[in-house]
């Protein structure tokens, strides 16, 4: 895979390559994304087969202007608010599509979602040359999100020819979901990068939390990406343990803390924390490389403490309770 910086030759490059059908993976403040052109079937194709992504799973379209959402969607005015107020940024809104959406991109389903997001290179490639472009997480399905360019590299860097390089991402887990119906109706379907307590803010009414009822796949396909029971998962099995209560960790597992553990962990026990102070927005942004560095050593498993679950924290433990989910 051969790395490109944010220079206008590069971009101009790279999105001559989006346009001629090819894929590239991109930064955005989420996680690293695998482009292709949205309107282009066969290039969405391209991302299934690199992913090995289920047709059943649909992928969300990254537009550089609000504008150039309304020509792939249609609004209300809830999704006019909600994207005034926090696009660009970590929020993908799910609405009624217009016929121009190919139905690969949708599994099938007459909606897409949509986000603009907030890392400069990427807005400066989707703005400045037009493109609408499908990215979901560039790894192999399943697999942990990356949140660096050399992460896409280990994972598909002998399946990808290019790749732009903006650095670590800002926020390191994905996108916060939510499905907007055309009278304005407003449900969660994935928490992320974006807390639910800002969105009800703007709503002024508790927003409804739709991932049970919309998980499981249909003949016409999952509802939204990041529905799957087990997602985001690293191959050395994970526990889950609450704040306060003591893992039941063995010699020669590890433990991983929201913040620095204030006593030494029993002999035999690796100890690793996601930050020093507990915060969300910190552990957020080590959360995916933490879960790849435990791919690294040789624990028999892995035990994370979940977060609170408010704010950030509800997207951080939804991504370990997916990566801790049944084999």
Partial sequence: ???FTGTNEALEFLAWQLKAGQLVAIPTETVYGLAADALNEQACREIFAVKGRPLIDPLIVHVGSVAAAHRLAHWSPIAIELANRFWPGPLTLVLPKQEIVPDLVTAGRPTVALRMPRHSLTLRLLSGYGLNLAAPSANPFGYVSPTTLDHVKV???????WGLDGGPCEVGVESTIVA???TGGVGLLRPGGVPTEALEAVVGAPIEDLRESAAEASTEGLVAPGMLARHYSP???IALFVA???PKVETGEAVVWQQRPREAPAEGVSAFWLSEDGDLATVARALFGMLRQMDSL???RVWFE???EQGLGRAINDRLRRAAAKR
């Fill in 180 to 182: 907007v119906s055309e």
């Fill in 1 to 3: 895979m051969q790395r």
């Fill in 306 to 308: 979940l977060a609170p």
């Fill in 155 to 161: 994972s598909l860097g002998d399946r990808l020819a």
């Fill in 235 to 237: 191959r050395t099995p």
């Fill in 298 to 300: 040789p624990s028999s």
């Fill in 244 to 246: 306060g209560e003591q």
